[in-house]
């Protein structure tokens, strides 16, 4: 079973980390010694005060929307995720003096709306889609000038996410809150690829452009680029899900990430550097529960899976007083 990194969104404590090794060498028996993380250790850059504000607002958003999502509400999460962005993208429009942010954030978000057009509807086919009509009654520009002679629905599809996460990547201009909030779009679809109720086209694939856009603004977010191997896995792409996986260990080695990494080694038939990474999944699991022991009092708190409803009333716990 692959496991979510057990983590909130927000950087309670930094430390560094180091990258994990290529498979073809032993790797080392590596611990964490601080609480689940986020970001590695490094001078946050200086912000303006109204940036400051912005992102403490996008953070209450941002779990807001996570407690939505747990209790299902799962469209109105994503109007709180989608509030979140176009926050963050007209503060930074307002501090640079622009309007490429919001311009970038509408793009985007047209994309991933009009990507529905090249799935085919109720008994309808793939073939009986009219790409050239499609592609022109849209706003989104990217094929605009292709010839559409060898042109798939689902290439099509695939141009219009890539185009997505790269306007999404802009519109949040480097910012953290911006990763952050990708992240929890990227979950959001993630768990409703899984409810087939709600009626979300195409769910999966946007769920990878949205985590890919989260690591474009933010290469080390760690979780999102766990939870994106983790979906990958699920979709039968082990290949890139190891990609995405050895990419969150590097920043933030933690035993449900290493248990992944094996997971994964196994369905792609690497018994060797699956046991490896088991064995680092314990040895950082005993780690983890001696810290824990040390700050709790207690080593029964195991990296588990807990439903989204009791994660976010966590995360909300733990961040009281902290904005």
Same mark, same amino acid.
């Given at each position: 079973? +692959? =496991? $979510? ?9 930094? %430390? ?5 090794? *290529? /498979?073809? #060498? ?11 993380? +986020? =970001? $590695? ?9 109204? %940036? ?5 607002? *996008? /953070?209450? #958003? ?28 007209q503060c930074l429009?307002?501090?640079? #003096? ?18 529905d057009d090249f ?166 699991r005993r780690t ?36």
């Amino acid at each position: 079973m +692959l =496991l $979510p990194v057990a983590s909130a969104l927000v950087v309670l404590t930094l %430390l560094s980390v180091r990258p994990t090794k *290529a /498979d073809d #060498q032993p790797p080392r028996e590596l611990g964490v010694s601080g609480p689940a993380l +986020l =970001l $590695p250790d490094e001078k946050p850059h200086r912000r303006s005060e109204h %940036l400051e504000q912005i992102a403490r607002q *996008a /953070d209450r #958003q941002i779990r807001h929307g996570f407690e939505l999502a747990g209790r299902k509400a799962y469209f109105a999460a994503r109007a709180e995720f989608v509030g979140a962005m176009r926050i963050i993208a007209q503060c930074l429009d307002t501090e640079h #003096q622009t309007t490429v942010h919001s311009r970038s954030l509408a793009a985007g978000l047209n994309a991933i709306k009009e990507a529905d057009d090249f799935i085919p509807s109720g008994s309808a086919l793939e073939a009986d889609l009219n790409l050239p009509n499609i592609i022109g009654g849209h706003r989104t520009p990217v094929l605009k000038n292709v010839r559409t002679d060898n042109l798939t629905p689902v290439s099509a599809l695939k141009c219009y996410l890539t185009f997505a996460q790269e306007q999404l990547a802009a519109a949040a201009g480097g910012e953290v809150a911006g990763s952050m909030t990708l992240h929890g779009l990227g979950k959001l679809h993630g768990a409703m690829a899984w409810q087939k109720s709600t009626n979300v086209r195409a769910a999966e694939p946007k769920a990878v452009a949205f985590y890919q856009a989260a690591l474009l603004v933010y290469p080390k977010n760690a979780i999102a680029s766990n939870d994106l191997g983790v979906l990958l896995a699920r979709c039968g792409r082990y290949g890139e899900a190891q990609n995405a996986l050895r990419h969150s260990l590097s920043i933030c080695p933690q035993s449900s990430g290493w248990h992944n990494l094996a997971e994964v080694y196994r369905q792609l038939g690497r018994a060797e550097p699956a046991r490896r990474a088991d064995r680092l999944a314990q040895s950082t699991r005993r780690t983890e529960d001696a810290r824990r022991k040390v700050r709790y009092g207690s080593s029964h708190q195991n990296v588990r899976w807990v439903d989204p409803k009791k994660f976010a009333k966590s995360y909300e716990k733990n961040h009281q007083g902290r904005n």
